[in-house]
């Protein structure tokens, strides 16, 4: 593994990456594909390590916040980005499309990145994602990957608003299509520039500085921006989806699961992630009111909500050492 680049702005500096770690790095993924990860330790002992896993377009650095929280309570952390964002190789010649060509990959990619990071993450773990990145660890975690002792998810892409088109259309048009030769072309509609999107129209939030951070990230380094998707991507998102709500898909997994979703989503299905957690054996389910789709960057009181609902799943699995 090399030294990888992580982008810092006035409004976000890199966190510390503390003791034992080699900050961030290129790993091998699946087929041999150039990825990149970064780990994160606590200036004492770490009481386990958390997985962290983004949503779609969004890179490590989106998640520095999230990261000094979670040091905080004295967890190590390894943050990644997919293939097709951050700075992890991309499918297409043109980066600002969100392509996908399956799921497999995905979670290919994932085993490799423990496999890489392993000898070095103290357990136990706690595997955590957002979005698309809360789909494939659960995706993961459904299939069979057991090196995790808990697991929470905010607002996982577990059933995707398609905006009044019958879930069964998109299923059928997305899969038509990328297997006609245009699984690479942009979703009718869906191309736009991430640079020029706004704190009004993205409803992604109602923190105005976190969002701003976040643009002032992008612009720092333009490539570790994401735009639409492409019909290869929303194939990708409608299956995995559909995997898992095939009865005995999730019922196996026997570690807590904590979903907790955002009241006001445009962007997932709440009633899906509801339906799924309640067929978890050990699933928790809860909204935080008022929030818009990114929990994380939300405002104070609404990422309380979801810290609350993560420190009670985790406590139990990784305690508190008396002497922290």
């Known amino acids: 593994m ?15 990456h503390g003791p034992g770690s ?4 290129w790993f091998r993924g699946a087929e041999g594909t150039t990825l990149r990860a970064a780990t994160f330790f606590p200036a004492g002992s770490a009481r386990g390590t958390v997985v962290l896993s983004p949503g779609r377009t969004e890179p490590i650095e989106k998640y520095f916040e999230v990261i000094e929280d979670l040091l905080a309570r004295g967890f190590a952390v390894l943050a990644h980005d997919w293939r097709g964002q951050g700075l992890s190789a991309r499918d297409l010649p043109d980066r600002l499309k969100g392509h996908a060509r399956g799921y497999q990959p995905f979670l290919n990619d994932y085993k490799a990145l423990l496999d890489t990071f392993e000898a ?5 773990w706690i595997a955590m994602g957002h979005s698309m990145g809360g789909c494939l660890t659960l995706l993961a975690l459904a299939k069979g990957e057991g090196r995790f002792s808990a697991c929470v998810l905010s607002a996982p892409m577990l059933g995707i608003n398609t905006g009044g088109v019958p879930p069964w259309a998109t299923t059928a048009l997305s899969w038509t299509l990328s297997r006609l030769g245009f699984a690479g072309q942009y979703v009718n509609g869906g191309a736009y520039d991430p640079l020029t999107q706004t704190f009004e129209a993205d409803k992604l939030t109602h923190d105005r500085a976190r969002h701003d951070r976040y643009r002032a990230q992008l612009k720092a380094d333009p490539r570790i921006a994401l735009g639409g998707v492409t019909w290869g991507w929303l194939d990708f998102a409608v299956s995995a989806c559909a995997w898992l709500r095939r009865p005995g898909s999730v019922e196996g997994l026997e570690i807590p699961v904590t979903i907790v979703a955002a009241e006001l989503d445009d962007r997932v299905l709440n009633p899906a992630l509801k339906t799924i957690a309640e067929r978890l054996p050990r699933g928790r389910y809860g909204e935080v009111e008022g929030a818009f789709h990114e929990i994380l960057i939300e405002t104070d009181p609404r990422r309380a909500i979801f810290w609350k609902a993560f420190d009670e799943t985790v406590d139990p699995v990784a305690p508190i050492s008396p002497s922290a």
């Open 2 to 16: 090399e030294p990888a680049y992580l982008v810092s702005v006035p409004e976000a500096p890199v966190p510390d």
């Open 22 to 25: 080699f900050g961030a790095e």
């Open 120 to 124: 070095r993450l103290p357990k136990p």
